[in-house]
């Protein structure tokens, strides 16, 4: 009996360590606040269009994270951007890194209502101890000027020292639109977000169209050709008028 207790209480600790490695994971993938739940393996490669499936497994060892450098997803509404963010941000919760994800004009929001009631401070500091910072959709929403200055500070905060994932459906020339026009402080971001960073530029048509063309063709085969009108048996008319001509 004594022999056998040492294995059996290893087994335990094992067991014990297991679930609260997995309790932290589920913790962390909790506090990012992703959408949906989004994974590397649900992603057809196949369908997608300038998008390398090795270069994405990579970045799904999460060392970016760890070098601090910044992962750009810029390409047409549609083309799987988001999802490749949500599902790398999850490996990244899962290896035990702090994860936040935010569409990028809900954070700009919530800077300046922080800025209002004097809770700047604590908000910055907050989003700088996340590891792996998420703004998705940046270009669906034009700053103004305060909101632009608050999301430069955000980044330029993280710069060589916390990672960001982005997702835009602008190329880096329409950047200075969302920022109020103000070229400078464009130029100033993107050369902080871009220096060292993996930048995948999706292509193509929107996966979401293409599912529905396919839905809509499948159900025009199921139809069948259209059925031809009827048509009177040869001789029927003629008769018929010459019995209503009696």
Same mark, same amino acid.
């Given at each position: 009996?004594?022999?056998?207790?040492?294995? $059996?209480?290893?087994? *335990?600790?094992?067991?014990?360590?297991?679930?609260?490695?997995?309790?932290?994971?589920?913790?962390?993938?909790? +506090?990012?606040?992703?959408?949906?739940?989004?994974?590397?393996?649900?992603?057809?490669?196949?369908?997608?269009?300038?998008?390398?499936?090795? *270069?994405?497994?990579?970045?799904? !060892?999460?060392?970016?994270?760890?070098?601090?450098?910044?992962?750009?997803?810029?390409?047409? /509404?549609?083309?799987?951007?988001?999802?490749?963010?949500?599902?790398?941000?999850?490996?990244?919760?899962?290896?035990?890194?702090?994860?936040?994800?935010?569409?990028?004009?809900?954070?700009?929001?919530?800077?300046?209502?922080?800025?209002?009631?004097?809770?700047?401070? !604590?908000?910055?500091?907050?989003?700088?101890?996340?590891?792996?910072? /998420?703004?998705?959709? *940046?270009?669906?929403?034009?700053?103004?000027?305060?909101?632009?200055?608050?999301? $430069?500070?955000?980044?330029? +905060?993280?710069?060589?020292? =916390?990672?960001?994932?982005?997702?835009?459906?602008?190329? $880096?020339?329409?950047?200075? =639109?969302?920022?109020?026009?103000?070229?400078?402080?464009?130029?100033?971001?993107?050369?902080? *977000?871009?220096?060292?960073?993996?930048?995948?530029?999706?292509?193509? =048509?929107? $996966? !979401?169209?293409?599912? !529905?063309?396919?839905?809509?063709?499948?159900?025009?085969?199921?139809?069948?050709?259209?059925?031809?009108?009827?048509?009177?048996?040869?001789?029927?008319?003629?008769?018929?008028? =010459?019995?209503?001509?009696?």
């Amino acid at each position: 009996m004594p022999a056998s207790a040492p294995p $059996f209480f290893s087994t *335990l600790l094992a067991a014990e360590q297991t679930s609260r490695a997995e309790s932290a994971i589920r913790q962390r993938i909790h +506090d990012a606040r992703f959408p949906e739940m989004k994974t590397l393996d649900g992603f057809d490669f196949r369908e997608a269009e300038g998008i390398d499936a090795k *270069l994405v497994a990579d970045l799904g !060892r999460c060392d970016w994270v760890k070098d601090a450098r910044n992962v750009l997803f810029v390409g047409p /509404i549609g083309t799987g951007k988001t999802h490749l963010a949500i599902a790398l941000g999850i490996e990244a919760a899962r290896k035990r890194h702090h994860v936040a994800f935010w569409r990028a004009a809900d954070l700009v929001r919530t800077l300046v209502e922080a800025r209002d009631q004097r809770e700047l401070s !604590r908000l910055q500091r907050r989003l700088l101890r996340v590891e792996v910072l /998420i703004l998705d959709e *940046l270009g669906f929403v034009p700053f103004d000027r305060t909101g632009g200055e608050l999301l $430069f500070n955000v980044i330029a +905060d993280r710069y060589e020292r =916390k990672s960001v994932m982005l997702t835009s459906n602008l190329s $880096f020339s329409e950047w200075p =639109k969302v920022f109020a026009g103000d070229e400078k402080l464009t130029t100033a971001l993107l050369d902080r *977000l871009a220096d060292g960073a993996t930048v995948i530029t999706p292509k193509g =048509k929107s $996966f !979401r169209m293409r599912r !529905r063309g396919q839905t809509q063709s499948a159900q025009d085969d199921t139809k069948g050709p259209p059925a031809l009108p009827a048509v009177a048996p040869a001789g029927r008319d003629d008769k018929t008028t =010459k019995m209503k001509s009696k």
